[in-house]
């Protein structure tokens, strides 16, 4: 049976820089290219009535090096994952894991309540409740009609 894998036309254009790297020495391309990269920060963004709620897939990620902050409904989440040392006399055949700091930032529908954010980490998975501010929330307005009858009707205040 043979084993089938996805062509991927940079995969293979560092695998040849680094074949001429070590014909000629020096420091390898894909190294300042994995330094530069942005990378891409997966996300799920999904809300109810009352918050906001973010996960982040950061595996490996130390809670200690994310920093997550919010500017009026801008979230963003930066993070670093540091490189592991190199040991002498170990050489790497292949070297995939991404290290670096890195960063993302998504617009959110309307502001939260900064002050009420709550945050988790668990198993590489960070959660965020952004809590929507009360001008957000759908409430409900009473119309008062001619005849004296009161009618309900639900609505949300943003447009």
Not at 3 to 27: A, F, I, Q, Y
Not at 76 to 101: F, Q
Request: glycine fraction near 6%; hydrophobic fraction near 30%; charge should be negative.
């Amino acid at each position: 049976m043979s084993n089938l894998s996805r062509w991927d036309p940079v995969r293979d254009m560092l695998s040849l820089r680094r074949t001429m790297d070590r014909l000629l020495g020096g420091e390898t391309f894909d190294e300042e290219f994995n330094r530069s990269l942005n990378w891409n920060l997966p996300l799920d963004v999904s809300e109810n009535q009352e918050e906001y709620i973010v996960k982040a897939s950061l595996p490996g990620v130390n809670p200690d090096d994310l920093d997550i902050s919010v500017d009026g409904n801008t979230l963003t989440i930066r993070a670093e994952v540091k490189a592991d040392e190199e040991k002498k006399g170990e050489t790497y055949h292949l070297r995939e894991r991404r290290y670096g700091v890195f960063s993302r930032s998504i617009t959110l529908p309307s502001t939260v309540k900064a002050d009420a954010i709550e945050a988790s980490y668990d198993n590489g998975v960070l959660t965020l409740k952004l809590p929507k501010t009360e001008e957000v929330k759908p409430r409900k307005i009473q119309i008062g009609s001619g005849q004296g009858k009161k009618q309900v009707i639900e609505g949300n205040s943003r447009s």
